[in-house]
Every structure is written in C-alpha cells, then in structure tokens.
C-alpha cells in the first residue's frame, strides 16, 4: 500500500477509534463536520436575535446596567409604529431604495450590453468600470464630499449651470431637495458596477445558437432583444435586485459620510435612526423593537420576491 498521508493517519488512529469511525453512517459523519459549524452559526447569529426579541419587549437602557427592565410588552412596538418621524425615515430610505435600483439595473444592464459586444479595448474599460465598486464607502463618501462642495464641487457648477443659480452660493449636500439625490448619484456610481457584472454573466451565458436561430427566421435585432435577451437575463436581473435592495435598505456608512442625514431629516435613513435611537438616546429595549420590525419587513419582501425569482426561472 502506497505511504500517503491518510494512510498514515489511518495507521496512527486508536483501534477503538478506528472502529468506532468504521460503524459510523456517511450521514453521521457528515454530522460530525457540520456541526461545529452550525453551533457557530447559532452562538453569532441566532442568539442575538432571540435576545434582541425578549429586549424589545422590555424598557432596557445598555447605559443603565443595574436598573431592573420593566416588562412593557408591545409598547415599544405601539410607539414606533404610531411615530410619525419613524414614518419619514421610512419614506427617506424607500426613496433611496428604489431610485438607486432603478438606476443601477438601467445603466448596468446598458453597460453589460455594450460590453458584451466583442471590440477592442473590451478588456481595459471592463476593468475601468469596475473600479469604483472595489473601494470602500468611506473613500467614495469623502470622494464625492469634495465633488459636493461649494464653489469647487463640480456637481454645483452643473446644477447652477442648469438652473442659473451661482454654484458658490450652495451645496448639493447642504440643500434639502438635492441632498437626496447626492446620496443616489455616489451609490449609483459605486454599485452599478456590480449590477453589470450580473447582467454580463447572464449574457455570456445565452447560447449563440438561439440567435442564430432567431436570425434564420428574420427576426429583427429588436425582436431578438425582446423575445431572447430580456426573458433569459431577467433572473440574473431581478437577483442583482435581490442583493442591492438588501444591501441599500440597511445603508449606512455612505449617508453619514456624506451627509450625516441632514440637512433636517431628509436624508435620515431607518439605519441612521436606529443608531440614534440605541447609541446616543440609549433606548435599548425601544431600538430593539426598531430592529425587529425592520428585519421582519426586508425577510418579508425578500421571501416573497425569492419566491417570485423561482418562478422566473422555472419558466
């Protein structure tokens, strides 16, 4: 028998072990892996969530360590759901959430298009357009900071180009109707990269046989857009949309760097006033519900839009 190195293991292991391991089932053994794993799963991940459950039904304070929690019951759930504020972040981050998809899906499914198209220099502007995705959000925030500034920030002089007002006189970040919008254009310059990757995957992957096909029958480049491309990509668009609106409904480093959800409250997301509420205002048990009730809403519409995305595919 050839010396390798399981044989060595083998001939180094117990008897009584070894036949112990010999009288296992391959699913036993599978077992015996996995479960270190899923022990870790439920210590870092299932624990704190039945712990941020039992807080949010209590008056907890993380400051006051040695106050006894009030059982409250739903209240905190009343409160939050009757709040008006907790309303317009609402409003604030879907404003967010569904402007930066809606451009990211538009612009990388476009990019992923042109891309696909075998010219030359494919290669380099791939690789150009994919840059901004691989830095952090704390170097695109403080990039597009400086592009927001007054009278340097090249955004100003466009929109005071566009609306004739003097581009010193303001600040994209600083103004309640466009700071917003300064919030969406850096997150959809930063993440639309990662949208067209998806959508190229899914390009590449249409066989060149079904467009030749479509051609044998003269269908026009529009009809084989329509009736080929669109249908065969729309599962890899609609998971693009899946892992960006997961992602966007929890943003948060990207809005403080930029604006620090103001001016005002316009640019208050739901992640910026649970921060608030459970770090400076210390409203443990209260933020503890503020986070039940978020993660229920996205693991809501995500099931539902999982299920919508098999359905797609099984077609």
Known sequence: MTDTPITRVAKATPEPVARRIRGL??????????????????????????WTIRLSFTDFRVNRPNRDAEWVGLENYQR???DSDIWNTMQATAHFLVWTIVLQVLIGFTLAYLINKKFKGNDLWTTIIVLPMMLSPAVVGNFWTFLYQPQIGLFNYAVGFLTGVDPASFSMIGDVHLAPWSIVIADTWMWTPFVMLICLAGLRS???????????????????????TVPMVLPFLMLA????????????????QLTG????????????NLKRE???????????????????????????????????KQR
């Open 25 to 50: 089932s391959d699913r036993a053994i599978a077992w015996i892996f996995v479960a270190p794993t899923l022990f870790l799963l439920l210590a870092v991940n299932i624990f704190p969530l039945i």
């Open 80 to 82: 939050i759901l009757s």
């Open 206 to 228: 249409i066989p060149d046989s079904i467009y030749e096909a479509a051609e044998c029958d003269r269908a026009s480049k529009w009809r084989q857009f329509w009736t080929i």
């Open 241 to 256: 949309v899946l892992f960006r609106g997961i992602e966007n409904f929890k943003m948060f480093d990207l809005v403080v």
């Open 261 to 272: 959800g103001g001016p005002g409250s316009v640019t208050e997301v739901t992640s910026i």
């Open 278 to 312: 459970a770090f400076e205002k210390w409203r443990t048990g209260y933020s503890s519900a503020y986070a039940v009730i978020l993660f229920v809403t996205v693991f809501g519409l995500a099931s539902i839009y999982v299920k919508a995305l098999n359905k797609v």
